[in-house]
């Protein structure tokens, strides 16, 4: 490795991560990023390398990228790269939604087994920046996205779960939902079927033919978890809430008895972390109840799969006003229909506003605003006791937020301010 030569494509968190194991291991560097430099590079400016390591978010038909193929030099992505520099074993999740959960679940099981478990990838930190600090007891837990995969080689992990498949990230895949779940699945192939996580949505899932699996038993029955019929924990003791949880949960079980064996789900440590553990800011969070009136921060909610399972799991009838919309990235929005029976009044924002609008036309009471300020405060001031007004976007924010936790915070901040915001509003109408 240390007389290789390496292009970096993308200079974000990953990109940094690769330059900095680069310097780690004696090798040479370059970075390419579109927004850093005016020129376009061209085949030839990657010839001299010896591996191209391309970040997550830069698209396969970017000029920048396209330019490394036809240089023909190795192309990999950043997860390869760090597990090319990986001594320990890694538990891989990937899926459209839940992922970020099941992996925090997961970290947290296997902590209160003993294990130096951390969590990489998609969720925040790079596998090529984690592995520099990995010890003999280190097992990472890799969020994997789909974009992560693309590029994927000797990347194996111990054990792998494939969560559900939804339309999300359509415009990198052409539109073309079998190509997203194919680069999904390819991960499974380095796995053995004992070690491959099915989710149960996508197990009943007739758009898809999922690879062998065959995982340790976990199901949930009468409101129970068992493991071979052996009682493991109610699911009314647990925090985490929603059939969409009792999914992640199952899977983050499974991976743990194909990691650690199936005896240790029973461990009282690992039941009582199970018992404890509540999901991470922006996922169906309760910030306050007001005027008998409950609001949810679902911020995490970036597609119409996500957002279907929170109203699910919030509402027991049509009492949710929901805040919806953003980034458009290419998503089919009458999936949210059968959701709209729960939907008192659709608050509709964002870049991609008018075709959220056209999808759930005559489906919903539904009107558009042209500021997330507006849609909050009518929401707000709409609402009867009994009402949930819930933020759950079935969208990503980069049209209006940094990201999906500024857009959380925004609201959760106007939410809290609400008395004080409503009186100065109401005097400025
Ligand atoms: N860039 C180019 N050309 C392009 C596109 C981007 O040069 O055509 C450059 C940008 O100028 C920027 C850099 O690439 O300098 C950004 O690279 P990146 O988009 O891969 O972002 P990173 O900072 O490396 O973060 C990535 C993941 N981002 C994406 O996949 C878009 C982070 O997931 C991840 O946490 C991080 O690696 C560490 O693994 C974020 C995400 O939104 C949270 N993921 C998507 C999602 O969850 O829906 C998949």
């Not at 409950?294 to 049509?318: C, E, F, M, Q, W």
């Amino acid at each position: 490795m240390s007389k290789m030569k390496v292009a970096i494509i993308g200079y974000g968190v990953s990109g940094r991560a690769v330059e900095k194991l680069c310097d780690a291991q004696g090798c040479k560097s370059a970075v390419f990023d579109d927004n850093l430099s005016p020129e376009i590079p061209v085949q030839e400016d990657f010839a001299q390398f010896d591996l191209i390591v391309v970040s997550p978010g830069v698209p396969p038909y970017s000029q920048t990228y396209q330019a490394a193929v036809q240089s023909e030099v190795e192309l990999i992505s950043e997860m390869e790269f760090g597990f090319r520099h990986c001594s320990s074993p890694v538990i891989a999740i990937t899926g459209t939604n839940g992922k970020t959960t099941t992996t925090e679940l997961t970290v947290a099981l296997l902590l209160a087994l003993g294990y130096d478990a951390r969590a990489v990838g998609n969720i925040g930190t790079p596998l090529s920046e984690a592995v520099a600090g990995q010890g003999d007891n280190t097992v990472f837990v890799a969020e994997v996205s789909s974009f992560q995969l693309e590029k994927i080689v000797t990347f194996k992990p111990i054990a792998a779960a494939v969560l559900n498949i939804a339309s999300d990230h359509l415009d990198r895949y052409d539109n073309n939902i079998q190509s997203y779940a194919a680069t999904k699945f390819a991960m499974l192939k380095k796995v053995i079927p004992e070690k491959r996580v099915i989710g149960i949505s996508l197990q009943n899932d007739t758009d898809f033919t999922t690879p062998d699996h065959h995982p340790v038993p976990v199901v949930a029955a009468d409101g129970v978890l068992l493991c071979r019929d052996r009682k493991l924990l109610a699911l009314d003791a647990l925090k985490l809430r929603g059939p969409h949880n009792t999914e992640n949960i199952i899977a983050s079980l499974q991976l743990i008895a194909a990691f650690a064996g199936e005896d240790k789900l029973f461990t009282p440590a690992l039941l009582e972390a199970l018992r404890a553990f509540s999901p991470g800011n922006h996922r169906l969070e309760t910030i306050a109840v007001k005027d008998g009136v409950t609001y949810i921060n679902d911020s995490k909610a970036t597609n119409p799969h996500a957002t279907l399972a929170a109203l699910r799991a919030v509402s027991d009838g049509k009492n949710v006003r929901l805040l919806l919309g953003g980034l458009d990235k290419g998503m089919d929005f009458t999936e949210l229909i059968p959701g709209m029976k729960l939907v008192k009044k659709a608050y509709i924002l964002g870049e991609c506003r008018e075709t959220i609008a056209s999808a759930l036309q005559g489906e919903v009471d539904l009107q558009i605003y042209r500021s997330f300020d507006l849609a909050v405060m009518s929401a707000s001031s709409e609402a009867d006791p009994g009402d949930i007004v819930l933020l759950s976007p079935a969208c990503a924010s980069m049209d209006m937020f940094k990201n999906y936790a500024e857009r959380g915070e925004c609201f959760v901040k106007k939410i809290n301010s609400l008395d004080s915001w409503k009186s100065r509003t109401s005097k400025s109408l």
